[in-house]
């Protein structure tokens, strides 16, 4: 089954850049969607076809993804971005085509 | 506005079953897929399953396939999740969500999630 594997945590400071990395085999052929998850609240979407933002979502949100790896960067990074963050891909190489979901990231704001 | 909001969980004993709804509002129901995912507590994010808009293709996940069932109602713009043979390691909070299709999409929003307890 298809793996996408993130760093558990990221430490940054207010007013810095924070780069989330999401990996997996070839993911640079997949279609990547990022997730805000603040404590106690429901996941967010912030960054879908790796690189478009939804209404309502800052500019400082962005992403990449080539090669084996896909990149959230959320520039000078606020207080209110503290939260865990996931990638998620689909893994259609199969009769049974899966959702799988990153092992998520917890970004710390200093 | 879209809203989802998820109803039917509770507490079960191993083998048990348990059916999920999630009722929908603010958009076309039967235009879109429907997916569950679910957060175990503590732990990440874990995809279970997807329905296209008409319901005539759905997908889950290896570790759910076989025991439980999505389905919808467009009718009443009702999503549901028949889960049987339940394990311990179901116990998670379940979400439905909104996707655009049935497969490459992503999913947003989400319900405020419902939680499944799996314990004797």
């Known amino acids: 089954s298809y793996e996408l594997t993130q760093p558990p945590s990221v430490s940054v400071a207010p007013g810095k850049t924070a780069r989330i990395t999401c990996g997996g085999n070839n993911i640079g052929s997949k279609s990547v969607h990022w997730y805000q998850q603040k404590p106690g609240q429901v996941p967010v979407l912030v960054i879908f076809y790796d690189n478009d933002r939804p209404s309502g979502i800052p500019e400082r949100f962005s992403g990449s993804n080539s090669g084996n790896t896909a990149t959230l960067t959320i520039s000078r990074v606020e207080a209110g971005d503290e939260a865990d963050y996931y990638c998620q891909v689909w893994d259609g190489d199969s009769d049974h085509p899966q959702g799988v979901f990153g092992t998520g990231t917890k970004v710390t704001v200093l | 506005e879209v809203q989802l909001a998820e109803s039917g969980g509770g507490l079960v004993q191993p083998g048990g079953s348990l059916r999920l709804s999630c009722t929908a509002s603010g958009f076309t129901f039967n235009k879109y897929a429907m997916g569950w995912v679910r957060q175990a507590p503590g732990k990440g994010l874990e995809w279970v399953s997807i329905?296209?808009?008409?319901?005539?293709?759905?997908n889950y996940a290896d570790s759910v396939r076989g025991r439980f069932s999505v389905s919808r109602d467009n009718s009443k713009n009702t999503l549901f999740l028949q889960m049987n043979s339940l394990r311990p390691e179901d116990t998670a909070v379940y979400y439905c969500a909104k996707s655009q299709h049935l497969v490459s999409s992503w999913f947003d929003p989400w319900g405020q999630g419902t939680l499944v307890t799996v314990s004797s």
């Open positions: 329905i296209s808009g008409s319901g005539a293709d759905t």
